[in-house]
């Protein structure tokens, strides 16, 4: 867990072989009031962080990895391209920036993350297509005795 101020580590996974390190001056910190019930002093703590990174200029990345965030991120990213994470559910502004900073490595994880090959359809094989036949011939004969009785 990277704490605020420092500089965000990303893990090794899918689309990052080895890590990456992304500096703490690429990211923006911004604070304000959390809305939401309270009590004495009720909203007057700036708890509330928005954390806001621009994936396009990052010198964290490869080139292919930062076309595939662009990509990747291009629906949620801002007029200007950065990409914005909010936390506003704690009390402490330490464990929102905390919060924050996870959310968002989260994120870059999916996005880098290369998307699953395309499944293949296929059909049921010939033993499902005949338990199912056989299961409704069942039925139907179960629901053939509960007809009426016929008088000879």
Do not use: C, Y
Not at 19 to 27: K, N, R, S, V
Not at 37 to 45: C, D, K, W
Not at 119 to 139: H, I, L, N, Q, Y
Request: no cysteine.
């Amino acid at each position: 867990m990277s704490r605020p101020g420092q500089d965000l580590r990303l893990p090794a996974g899918p689309g990052l072989p080895s890590g990456t390190t992304i500096p703490a001056a690429e990211l923006v910190e911004r604070f304000s009031r959390s809305p939401g019930p309270g009590g004495q002093s009720v909203n007057t703590s700036d708890s509330r962080v928005e954390l806001v990174f621009a994936p396009a200029s990052s010198t964290g990345f490869t080139d292919a990895q930062r076309t595939r965030l662009v990509t990747n991120l291009a629906g949620r990213t801002t007029g200007d391209g950065a990409v914005s994470v909010v936390a506003s559910e704690h009390r402490s502004q330490l464990r929102n920036r905390i919060a924050a900073r996870e959310r968002l490595v989260e994120l870059l994880q999916e996005a880098l993350a290369p998307t699953p090959p395309p499944r293949r359809r296929t059909g049921p094989s010939r033993a499902a297509r005949r338990r199912r036949v056989e299961g409704k011939k069942r039925r139907g004969r179960t629901k053939a005795l509960r007809g009426r009785i016929q008088a000879d």
